[in-house]
């Protein structure tokens, strides 16, 4: 689950992480109070930024200095309502409904870090890059040594001396290196605390005055542990997340909506990305991924269907289930029933293995729908992306 910058920054206020002053505004005359409040604190300047779940906010004009609260009013009026277009929004871009208005700071050195979970190590790792203020991945790709990496014993947490290597390697001064080590202790603590899969600070900056702060920063949760996080399950913007791919969140079933026009119903996430890789092996582009998961129930099933449908780029549809905890006659009682709740017009390409796999070809046969029962999946994904381009 991802969140907005003024939330990220909320929970490493929590944790004792230097952020800078701020509020989050919906409105012209919210960002005039924040900012007015701000310059009443000492701010020689505002920034106005756009809150969407996407990053180069900045390339694509959603991030803009003020000088006065006339001038913060003014930009928070031009981007409250905007489509806002970046690298990562894709061309339909991202509604921005909120803002964060926060202080200027005077910006010394801009670095990079971030925490991860290193799945072939199995364990947390540590990023660290004097390359701050960057797309870190074109870093990582252009110049690998550019990216330092600390390996976390899950059991210990980030220790002082890991933070003073991390700190030094870094290039900053000595007079700051303590004020680090609590920095980034603390920003393991947020990652731990919260069961984060990503906690990335892009720009983490020393300032000249001599203090740091995290100035963007970037929090993304492991949904598989949200049931321990109530108060984080409220910070969710479901208007950040593609309506299907909300839709089906709600029956439990794993779906990603993808750019191609052939629908994919398979049970297992193995099964399904295999599905995808034929599909285009078969010269077609998958629609999305959509997992209906092992123990899925006909109703789980109709709804699948409905969210799939619902994708007008779907031109036709494999399901692909093996049959084992999804016994077959079951997936086909529910394909049965939603092909005829949603009239479907479109080809449906099916490939049927498993438990009561003659009994579930049966349900098709006898239902009159028009289905394709495909013998391999070979044989499958080459009818399904012929039926979507013809």
Do not use: W
């Not at 995808?276 to 709804?303: R, S, W």
């Amino acid at each position: 689950m991802k969140i907005h910058e003024y939330q990220a920054k909320a929970i490493l206020k929590k944790y004792g992480v230097a952020v800078p002053r701020g509020e989050m505004a919906e409105t012209r005359e919210e960002a005039e109070a924040v900012a007015k409040n701000l310059f009443s604190a000492g701010a020689t300047g505002v920034v106005v930024k756009a809150q969407i779940h996407a990053g180069g906010r900045g390339k694509g004009g959603g991030v803009k200095i003020a000088k006065s609260v006339e001038e913060a009013g003014d930009l928070a009026a031009r981007m409250l309502g905007m489509t806002l277009i970046t690298h990562q929004t894709g061309p339909e871009g991202r509604v921005v409904r909120r803002l964060l208005i926060e202080e200027t700071l005077p910006i010394e050195k801009e670095l990079y870090i971030g925490i991860l979970v290193d799945r072939g190590e199995g364990k947390p790792v540590f990023m660290a890059s004097a390359a701050g203020g960057m797309d870190i991945e074109q870093v990582a790709a252009e110049r690998p040594e550019a990216i330092l990496k600390e390996y976390v014993n899950p059991g210990m947490g980030l220790e002082a001396f890991q933070a003073r290597k991390i700190a030094f390697q870094l290039g900053l001064k000595p007079q700051l290196v303590n004020q680090a080590v609590q920095f980034m202790t603390g920003l393991y603590k947020v990652f731990e605390g919260t069961d984060g899969s990503l906690v990335e600070i892009n720009p983490f900056i020393t300032t000249t005055d001599g203090r740091l702060f995290a100035l963007d920063a970037k929090i993304n949760f492991d949904d598989n542990a949200l049931f321990r996080h109530p108060d984080l399950r409220e910070l969710r913007d479901i208007t950040e997340e593609d309506p299907l791919e909300v839709e089906a969140s709600k029956y439990s079933l794993n779906y990603i909506k993808l750019d191609g026009n052939v629908g994919c119903m398979v049970n297992g996430a193995g099964l399904a990305m295999a599905t995808m890789d034929i599909i285009k092996y078969a010269g077609g582009m998958p629609a999305n991924f959509l997992d209906v998961g092992g123990g899925a129930n006909a109703e789980q099933v109709t709804h699948a269907f409905e969210i799939l449908l619902s994708d007008k780029n779907v031109k036709a549809v494999l399901i692909n289930i093996f049959g084992g905890i999804l016994r077959v006659d079951t997936l086909a009682t529910g394909v049965v029933e939603a092909a005829k709740k949603t009239h479907i017009q479109l080809p449906i390409v099916l490939r049927l293995e498993g438990t009561n796999v003659e009994a579930g070809r049966q349900i098709l046969k006898d239902s009159g729908l028009n289905f394709t029962v495909a013998q391999t999946m070979k044989d499958a994904a080459e009818k399904v992306v012929a039926a979507a381009k013809g």
